[in-house]
């Protein structure tokens, strides 16, 4: 292993380096979440990287996504994002994907050749198909619960969908998973309840994003975001994927 990750492999082991070398992950979404993910699995030494998304960086991405700086706005952001790996290790394989993954999009994905599959989308039938062709596929999958609208970064915790609460989104997938019989998919949520109102500093309420009871926006709202919770969902993410895969059998 290269001096590049050698501070890695002092603590993982030249053997657990190796396997990190020869996966393959795939993210779906490259956004708040998604892009620290991209982030700290290239840092791991991660080799080959697949990177679907089909936004393009906008002003008001620049509060949360790392990718996203005043010289990026406009670009795609899987382009940035590879741009970016390769600059942190040059020996990657970076695929781009330019499409908003969604049931019709399943089939131009063979999810066999990948080793761990990371869903920090936003649409709940994107993620159910998501999980569906994961599992269909026996390729291990970790997804991100919302993180929107929340101010307490401490608040994350990794779990079983089942064991979940508290999360809106993570009632949904849950309810929704079942019907199609899965019970199981491992998640990073927030136990910090949704925050639902705000205020202008001329003292007027804004809407927040409106939940019903099972979790599902009433009213279309853009939640509201900031730099330190999906930065640390999306690293806590990255964890659990690098851990997974080093602890694979063959080590």
Known sequence: MTERFSRTEKLLGGKAMERLAGARVAIFGIGGVGSYTVEALARSGVGSLD????????????????IATTKTVGQYKVDVAKERVLDINPGAQVCTHKVFYMPDMAKMFDFRKYDYIVDAIDTITGKLTLVEEAKSANVPIISSMGAGNKLDPT??????????????????????????????????????????????????????????AEGQNLKKQTPGSNAFVPSVAGLIVAGEVIKDLIMQKNL
Do not use: W
């Open 155 to 212: 608040a994350f915790q990794v779990a079983d969908l089942s064991q979940t609460s508290v999360c809106p989104l993570a009632r949904v997938m849950r309810r929704e998973l079942k019907k199609r019989g899965i019970y199981h998919l491992k998640v990073v949520y927030s136990t910090e309840k949704p925050v639902l109102l705000n205020e202008d500093m001329d003292g007027n309420e804004r809407p927040g994003e409106e939940l019903s």
């Open 51 to 66: 990177l679907i998304d089909n936004d393009k960086i906008c002003l008001s991405n620049i509060n949360r996504q790392i």
